[in-house]
């Protein structure tokens, strides 16, 4: 093929997914990743799919692309599982927004109040109600939130389910290419790698994850603000095994079918650090052990910590930011959950050039008369 490839900038979950996207609708797709793919912020997260959970009271239209995100997750699944031949393990159990103490069950109360005012499919339990429902909770609980649509994946398989299905539609995948500027053209946009290659491209994508403000040329700097979280993967053994994602006020646990139970996650704004520290896992472990007691005798297979894409008003960064130069980033807390959304919605923007009205509230339009020039 002769013709010049959608280029994109980051093969995390974001760049991989709208890879993806772009090489099924039959664009020639070459994505550059200046480490090994899926290994930043997609490899630490925990794969939740968390709209309710996480209901913010100021935030209607990301909660609306986060509701329709995650209506679009089981297709989506079944459809990168049959290209990929890789199982994502979607599962849909449901999550407990669990109140050790009356503090934290008057706040959880009120979230409950307003997301049952949104029409929400949530109830809220007894301490005893929600130990039937998960007996490994700890014994004396002030109340739990149950949000039956919050569902999980792996996020380490679905990096893998991605990886395969890209390349399965002719995708390119490079490794080990770090881009340090773009050229913005309407016609003949141009990545520069680290080694000094140019590349001329249809588009340009930059899905860099909390690196995206790095990249020169664009004109503008995205604000970007990497919000550090670490993580603990412990060893499920029998007769330990907790089966719903349970989160409380100072960490969450979220179960995988592997037998791999991770606990998160701090949140930390330390720059572009990604160190795990003693005071980190000593607050997580704590704040697990109160909702969990029984995680005191786990074997611990990993400790971690990533860099979550951040922006200065914490929304996504999604459209043309520049002629030719089209931004994916920003998705912080909820990458995994907006994979679908994002990679369907902006492949469509590139695909025909049409702004669909889910995208319009992320625009990089936002920040363009407010920032600092490259
Ligand atoms: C601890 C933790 C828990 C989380 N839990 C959840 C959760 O439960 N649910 C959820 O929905 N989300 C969660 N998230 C958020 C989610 O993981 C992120 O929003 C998502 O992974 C972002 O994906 P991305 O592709 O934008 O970024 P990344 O995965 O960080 O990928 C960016 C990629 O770009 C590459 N790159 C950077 N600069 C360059 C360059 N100049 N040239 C080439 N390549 C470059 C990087 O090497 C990297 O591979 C969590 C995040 C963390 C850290």
Redesign the pocket.
């Known amino acids: 093929m002769n013709t010049r490839p959608v280029c994109i ?9 709208l890879g993806w996207e772009l090489a099924r609708a039959g664009k020639r797709v070459l994505l ?19 709209p309710d959970a996480e209901i913010q009271f100021e935030e209607p239209e990301l909660y609306q692309f986060s509701k329709e995100s995650l209506r679009r997750w089981p297709d989506y699944a079944q459809a990168l599982e049959a290209a990929s031949g890789v199982s994502v393990d979607l599962r849909t159990e449901g999550a407990l927004m669990v109140a050790p103490d009356r503090d934290s069950a008057e706040a959880y109360r009120r979230i409950y109040r307003f997301a049952k005012e949104q029409g929400l499919n949530v109830e809220w339990l007894t301490g005893d109600e929600a130990l039937e429902l998960e007996p490994f909770l700890a014994p004396r609980l002030a109340g739990a939130m149950h949000a039956p649509e919050t569902y ?1 994946v792996d ?1 380490r398989r679905l990096i893998e389910a991605l990886r395969v299905a890209l390349e399965k539609a002719g995708g390119e995948i490079r490794e080990q ?4 500027a773009v050229e913005p053209d309407e016609v003949r946009p141009a990545v520069r ?2 080694e000094g290659e140019r590349i001329e491209a249809e588009t340009v994508v930059i ?6 403000g ?2 020169e040329g664009l004109g503008w700097k995205p604000p970007m603000r990497p ?5 603990i993967l412990l060893t499920m053994e029998p007769p330990f095994g907790l089966r719903y994602v349970v989160r409380g006020p100072d960490a ?1 646990l ?1 179960p995988k079918s592997d037998g791999r139970l ?1 606990v ?3 949140m930390e704004e330390m720059g572009f650090d990604t160190r795990v520290t003693a005071g980190g896992l000593y607050k997580l472990l704590e704040g697990a052990w109160e909702l969990v007691p029984g995680i005191y005798d786990l074997p611990v297979q990993e400790i ?6 951040g922006t200065r008003d914490n929304r996504p960064i999604l459209g043309y930011g520049a002629p030719g130069i089209v931004l ?12 679908p959304i994002t990679a369907q919605e902006v492949a469509r923007l590139i695909l025909t050039g049409e702004t669909s009205p889910w995208l319009a509230p992320f625009s990089p339009e936002r920040f363009l008369t407010a920032s600092t020039p490259s």
Not at 42 to 50: D, H, I, K, R, Y
Not at 328 to 339: N, V
């Open positions: 900038v980051g093969g995390g979950v974001i760049g991989l997914a550059l990743e200046r480490d090994r793919v899926g290994r930043a912020a997609s490899w630490v997260s925990a794969g939740m799919l968390a999980q996020n290419v770090a881009v340090v790698t680290a899905a860099a994850g909390a690196w995206s790095q990249i919000i550090k979280g670490q993580v969450y979220v991770i998160g996650a701090t971690g910590a990533g860099l979550r894409p994916a980033t920003g998705h912080y807390r909820h990458g995994i959950l907006l994979t």
